[in-house]
């Protein structure tokens, strides 16, 4: 069974970049760039990767991600947050926080070697 990944990001040209990226596995990628529905999504869809922007149009990734980690049904998912946002990756070190962090602009070498490891987690 192919692995599914979740990727939210409001910036167009990130979750193409991404998705072309990642798209020679033959993993399940499913994209949306609102924050609004994560919850909702995640739940129904149960990825075996969550990527999240920290910045989403309106919503703050690092919340979702807390909420995400509250959630008994959902905490066992790793979730790798990207942000271009100085300090951004100090979320990291939080309670709740994500598995990891990429920091934007990133290099395919570490979204790819981040992303393999959280799936082998």
Known sequence: MNKKIVIFDDDQEILTALESVLDFVDW???TFSSGQDAISVISREKPDLILMDVLL???DGREICR???ENSDLKHIPIILISGQHGAENA???DFGPNDFLPKPFNIGDLIDKVYFQLAS
Do not use: A, R, T, V
């Open 92 to 94: 990291q070190q939080q």
């Open 28 to 30: 399940d990628l499913m």
């Open 57 to 59: 149009d309106g919503f």
């Open 67 to 69: 909420s995400i980690k």
